[in-house]
């Protein structure tokens, strides 16, 4: 069967503007600079482009079939077909050109403005150890089985999507789970997708502004969108908007999941922070409908890994992991760049990806739950970006820290003087103590050197970011690396 009917099959609608449909394609493109001889090619307005401007030259590249999905000139010699929306063909088409992969895994989504790298990461961890392999996609790339690559979105466009989904069932994976970013759900890269699982975090305003979303209600809305492409619906009966998002969810059926002790299927008991030798992170007990108290460990520290632990474990219970895979699956769990812990004693330093005020403020009240002696934060803002942030993490670095030595993060085409002008105006308002080194390894180092016993310094912004950008060059930088030297600086090797 060929491309098009495949695709019909699964609800694919289109109207023949001209030419024949019933072509055989050897190739689907949605980028000109990608293109391949005799593909179909899917135009695409975007944020600075529209593609449908390239179809008078697509038929001289070769080009057999264009997809479009607003009026244009319409070049002699090229079959055209009009859809609705050519990002969610793009997506239908995806799923047909790579065999309907998403269909032969279970399928696992995780949707929020916080938590959901963690959680993925979390519920990839519990099912590889219940002897399921699973291919894992989002901010940190694509992950199936030894194999990892990068990608440009956290949930990268439909064509990718489909073709990773292609390869864990090649290789084997019997499940997949992935981030689904509000973008993703509103460029429809997840579109005709009917996920087995969808979870959802949290909501909180992030990503409003020009090419994001117009405002939070839109934001919501996208968010809320996966509960109609998912059979169950997983969320956390502690957010402020779930139950609106639950009220316009299709899923079969609904289960929630609470730390807070709200009504809800499942929930951590007696949850508490453990700082043990060798160990530091969460204990508490799993209670869920059909099982006996179940005690958990998570080798990773937040009051906010307990949600998200309690989600990864709710739905791999839900999925059939067992009580070993439950109970020991997180016991060691690593993520880089998140709550990455480069030292245990005689201070605490940890590396994370916290780079907005809501996760900056989650990560210190967290940390200050562990009694530290004092509370170090090093971090600045990226350039180029609403300054807002700038504003609002100078205010919480000033009113939750002890203190804040402000540095570069990602300055782009800024000067880091003028960002960290606008950090050190908020901290001043609140009184708190900091250090301007606008170096950011040169920051590093000064906190380490300057730690003293029971002090915990979070170096925050960047998690597992391999670089820092300044003036559009990538220059290679890692936090946790610059951590571990300055350590070594320090202590000499044994305590890196
Ligand atoms: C603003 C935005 O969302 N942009 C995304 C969008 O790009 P675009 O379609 O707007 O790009 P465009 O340059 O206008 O091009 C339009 C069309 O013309 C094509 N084109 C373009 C140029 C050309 O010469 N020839 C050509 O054919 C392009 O392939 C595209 O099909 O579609 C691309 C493919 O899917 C994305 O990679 C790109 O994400 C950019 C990199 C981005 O930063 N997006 C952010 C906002 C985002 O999506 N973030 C979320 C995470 C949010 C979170 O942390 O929760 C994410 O999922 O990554
Ligand atoms: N459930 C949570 N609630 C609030 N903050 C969280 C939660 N989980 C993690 N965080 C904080 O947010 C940061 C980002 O976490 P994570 O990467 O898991 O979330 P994300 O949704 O993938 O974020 P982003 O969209 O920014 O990549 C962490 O480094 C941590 O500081």
Redesign the pocket.
Known sequence: MKLIQRAETKGFRYELIQGSADKEITALCYDSRELREGCLFVCMRGANFDSHSLLPSLAAAGVQIAVTDHDCALPEGLTVLRVADSREALSQLSAAWFGFPAEKLTTIAVT??????????MIREILERAGRKTGLI??NGITIGDCHRETKN?TPESYHLHEAFAEMVEAGCSCAVM?V?SQGLMLHRTGGICFDYGIF??ISP?HIGPNEHASFEEYLHWKAALFRQCRVGLLNADDAHTEEIIGNASCEKIWRFSTEHRPADFSAAGLRYAAEEGFVGLCFDFLSPEREALPVRVGIP?R??A??ALAALAVCSLIGAGREALSTGLQSVR?N???EIANAAPFTVIV?????A???E??LDTLREYGPRRLVVVFGCGGNRAKERRYSMGEIGGRKADLSIITADNSRFERVEDIIADIRGSIEKTGGAYLEIPDRREAIFYAVEHAEPGDMIAV?GK?HEDYQEIEGVRHHFVDREVVDEALKRRYGEKKS
């Not at 994370?352 to 907005?356: K, L, S, T």
């Open positions: 929020g403005t916080k938590g959901k790298t963690s959680t993925t990461h989002g901010t956290t981030e970013s975090m949290n992030d937040g906010f890994n949600d998200n993520i760049g998140r709550m994370d990806y916290a780079h907005n809501v996760s900056m989650a990560l925050i998690g």
